[in-house]
T-cell receptor, first 112, second 108 residues
Framework: DVKVTQSSRYLVKRTGEKVFLECVQD?????MFWYRQDPGLGLRLIYF???????EKGDIPEGYSVSREKKERFSLILESASTNQTSMYLC???????????FGPGTRLLVL | KNEVEQSPQNLTAQEGEFITINCSYS?????LHWLQQHPGGGIVSLFM???GKKKHGRLIATINIQEKHSSLHITASHPRDSAVYIC??????????FGTGTRLQVFP
């Protein structure tokens, strides 16, 4: 079974703090994704990585950056957290050329 | 207008009822996906289909490519079916476009 894990289930941070969200998958997937999920808006893609050190902006990249130094790990960075980044963050992975994505359990981030 | 629209947004049902959730899309697709998200967050893939109908247990998914429409049916619904059901379409590299989800609550 594919397993996608995220570093925290719940996180509380202060405005202006730097926040790291980590995602690890154990199935050698090429693709990894970071989404945020807000009520009424569904899943929105923040960043996509199709290989180590490769990244592509999604629909809402502003205020975020990512890092993929190893194939199994994809990190989302909030350089200076703001209250409008309070959300549920979901990581997913998939094989190259495959549409089915496997999701992590999510991190609920609250920025005060 | 969203490229993927689901209806209804919220749905309540009594245990045993037959449930239908609809998904319409306005873009070309390679396949349509139905996903389930239980309270707590985790999302699992239920179906991927590009034509016709698929069945898994009490869940049935259908798609009409000409009408750009898909339905997810749940027969003999149960409280454990309570979840958010999400429709997504593919055909954009390996990326998906998601609907906003349908929140289903099934009461005993």
């Amino acid at each position: 079974d594919v397993k996608v894990t995220q570093s925290s289930r719940y996180l509380v941070k202060r405005t202006g703090e730097k926040v790291f969200l980590e995602c690890v998958q154990d199935m050698d997937h090429e693709n990894m994704f970071w989404y945020r999920q807000d009520p009424g808006l569904g899943l929105r893609l923040i960043y996509f990585s199709y290989d180590v050190k490769m990244k592509e902006k999604g629909d809402i990249p502003e205020g975020y950056s990512v890092s993929r130094e190893k194939k199994e790990r994809f990190s989302l960075i909030l350089e200076s957290a703001s209250t409008n980044q309070t959300s549920m963050y979901l990581c997913a992975s998939s094989l190259a050329g495959q549409e089915t994505q496997y999701f992590g359990p999510g991190t609920r981030l609250l920025v005060l | 207008k969203n490229e993927v629209e689901q209806s209804p947004q919220n749905l309540t049902a009594q245990e045993g009822e037959f449930i239908t959730i609809n998904c319409s899309y306005s873009v070309g697709i390679s396949a349509l996906h139905w996903l389930q998200q239980h309270p707590g967050g985790g999302i699992v893939s239920l179906f991927m289909l590009s034509s016709g109908k698929k069945k898994h247990g009490r869940l049935i998914a259908t798609i009409n490519i000409q009408e750009k429409h898909s339905s997810l049916h749940i027969t003999a619904s149960h409280p454990r079916d309570s979840a958010v059901y999400i429709c997504a379409v593919g055909g954009y590299g390996d990326k998906l476009i998601f609907g906003t989800g349908t929140r289903l609550q099934v009461f005993p």
